[in-house]
Nanobody, 122 residues
């Protein structure tokens, strides 16, 4: 059974940091592109970042320079390190998997986690 489970969400102050984890089970994450997405209340789900099986990474302009995606294939886990957080980063964050080419378009992804809430507030 393919499953993705996010963790690490919580509340941070503006300028703070959080690290999200995406643990995969039922498949070997190393063969797939893993993406991070977020959805704020009343807004569409948007792509944040992704990491290809070859470790190449991609970021939305809104997070470039602040967020870093990485993967640990031995742990079957992908991480999203978020720095210099802003109130507009507040959202539910999801990880998802897809085959083949990298993309941060959520329509291209097959399996999704349940999401973890990130709130940035003073």
């Amino acid at each position: 059974q393919v499953q993705l489970v996010e963790s690490g969400g919580g509340t941070a102050q503006p300028g703070g940091s959080l690290r999200l984890s995406c643990l995969a089970s039922g498949f070997a994450l190393e063969y797939y592109t893993i993406g991070w997405f977020r959805q704020a209340p009343g807004k569409e789900r948007e792509g944040v970042s992704c990491i290809h099986r070859n470790f190449s990474t991609y970021y939305a302009d809104s997070v470039k320079g602040r967020f870093t995606v990485s993967r640990d294939n031995a742990k079957n886990t992908v991480y999203l390190q978020m720095e210099s957080l802003k109130p507009e980063d507040t959202a539910v964050y999801y990880c998802a998997s897809k085959s083949f080419s990298p993309s941060i378009d959520p329509r291209h992804y097959d399996y999704w986690g349940q999401g973890t809430q990130v709130t940035v507030s003073s």
